[in-house]
């Protein structure tokens, strides 16, 4: 009888960069002949952890997911157990001498060594701890098992060159390292050929693209490019720091119809004192001065943030400062974040750490303020008619109140009305905003047009085809859907 083959699960955590990650774990494995556990499954017979190493629950959160396998991989011999991402490369041998039954631990930059791991593993019978200190390879050379069929993410660099206090991300992705434009546009072009309408360009700090390759205007020149992929319906990106983030790229978002009205742009503190302790190289002055430019460029932008409440030092002053700048930018949407402590990260020994009731109270009160601007701003969009990319998730399963979900081109979350015609993930439903929510939008009625598409195409022809490895490329780079974002975005929205 032919052997059966092992099956796999991997559990993300953390950035858009884990999540492009695990689609590249979920695509070597599938490579290697292993099959993705069914949804519901008790246990695969391998199981990846991917993970984060920003905030401080980090640690408790992969030991407790570990804690709850040791007995399932005692009571399954042949069970295996992986541990990747920014927590192995920063925890290395101590994973395997806090959880002695994980058999292998690799780090961010040879994550193309997870099938070789696993069997070495399994054949010498012993952990495997494999960490190296620069990129082997870069992801989007390999095989991926992409989650989308309509939506891609695809990486256009990988590391940091900044030194944020809070941030220990540079020292576990490395420093920014760039892919050659013509690279980029390869992949994109793969992309649409395949059917995919949506990409978002993601990088730790995405608008530094071009530093490592010397040209400062490469980003602006990168987004135009992608106007000329013919096919290609929608561009993202994040995310931007605002230290980089020049007049040559919002000219480019304003001028570019296929690139999105819609910015990330990470905040973090809007005090400029507390600022210069984050390491941050912008102030308050100019980051309300890139927000003005937007909005003049593009009217209709929807723009997020990440905030981190309590960083140490703050005082109600500093506090009140950030409250303004919320104000003053209306963001359609905050990631807001309670500073933890991260071991090796200069903030974590700073004087003045804010005592936690503190922070709980001052975060209490941030959340309130953008939760009403958020809604405000909602509101605004009642009676606007949109384009929504239907999404694949909430909006198929709610058969109940016969609902879709998508996202509007500025990415808000849409509701609308089930159409009598049959609509597919990756169709873009027309229709008018009727009500608004602090966190989504809501479409009632009949949609004004639905739009079959050659992503609905490529979503229908994976569904149709079960047995087929869906998404993975073996010879073509692939990424994954990009919304909603999963973490601050970039690895850098918090402590």
């Not at 399932?72 to 994973?95: E, S, T």
């Not at 390879?137 to 990486?155: G, M």
């Not at 420093?175 to 994109?188: C, H, S, T």
């Not at 949506?198 to 071009?210: D, K, P, R, S």
Request: proline share 6%; hydrophobic share 40%.
């Amino acid at each position: 009888m032919p052997e059966v083959a092992r099956t796999y699960e991997v559990r993300t955590f953390g950035c858009q960069m884990n999540v492009h990650d695990s689609e590249r774990m979920a695509g070597l494995l599938e490579a290697a002949g292993y099959v993705r556990a069914e949804e519901g499954a008790e246990s695969a017979d391998v199981v990846v952890f991917n993970t984060c190493a920003v905030r401080e629950n980090a640690d408790n959160r992969l030991y407790g997911n570990l804690g709850q396998l040791a007995p399932k991989k005692n009571a399954r011999p042949g069970m295996q157990i992986a541990v990747g991402g920014c927590l192995a490369q920063k925890d290395r041998d101590a994973i395997v001498r806090r959880a002695p039954w994980v058999d292998v631990v690799f780090g961010t930059h040879n994550v193309g060594r997870l099938p070789a791991l696993l069997e070495r593993a399994r054949i010498q019978r012993e952990a495997q701890v494999e960490i190296a200190e620069s990129l082997e390879a870069f992801p989007s050379t390999l095989p991926t098992r992409r989650e989308s069929a309509y939506a891609a993410w695809v990486a256009i660099s990988v590391g940091c060159n900044n030194t944020c206090t809070f941030c220990i991300v540079p020292s576990l992705r490395g420093r920014e390292k760039d892919r050659r434009p013509g690279d980029i546009l390869a992949e994109v072009e793969a992309l649409v050929a395949e059917g995919v309408v949506e990409i978002t360009l993601l990088g730790q700090n995405v608008n530094a693209y071009g530093s490592d390759i010397g040209d400062r205007r490469a980003f602006s020149e990168l987004l135009r490019a992608c106007g000329r992929v013919e096919g290609l319906e929608r561009v993202r990106f994040t995310s931007p720091h605002p230290r980089d983030f020049t007049d040559d790229v919002i000219e480019a978002m304003a001028e570019t119809p296929n690139v999105m009205p819609q910015l990330h742009m990470p905040l973090q503190s809007g005090s400029s004192r507390v600022l210069r302790a984050m390491r941050r190289s912008y102030r308050q002055e100019r980051y309300l001065g890139i927000i003005e430019k937007v909005r003049a460029a593009i009217p209709e932008a929807a723009i997020t943030t990440d905030i981190i409440v309590g960083f140490p030092g703050e005082t109600e002053e500093d506090f009140q400062e950030t409250l303004h700048v919320v104000r003053e930018a209306r963001f359609a949407q905050a990631f807001t974040f309670q500073y933890s402590k991260r071991p090796g990260t200069p903030a974590a020994e700073m004087p003045g750490q804010v005592p936690k009731e503190v922070v709980q109270d001052r975060y209490e009160r941030l959340v309130a303020l953008q939760d009403d601007i958020s809604w405000a701003e909602n509101k605004r969009q009642v009676g606007r008619t949109v384009e929504v990319l239907v999404a694949e998730g909430e909006g198929r399963k709610d058969e109940t109140t016969r609902r879709l979900s998508g996202r509007a081109p500025d990415n808000r979350l849409v509701h609308f009305s089930r159409p009598a015609e049959p609509v597919r993930p990756g169709d873009v439903a027309t229709v008018e905003i009727t009500y608004a929510a602090p966190h989504h939008l809501l479409a009632e009625g009949e949609a004004r047009a639905v739009r079959r598409t050659r992503a609905g195409d490529a979503w229908e022809l994976r569904n149709a085809a079960p047995a087929r490895p869906a998404g993975v490329m073996l010879g073509l780079p692939s990424v994954g859907a990009p919304a909603p974002l999963p973490e601050p975005a970039g690895g850098c929205g918090a402590a």
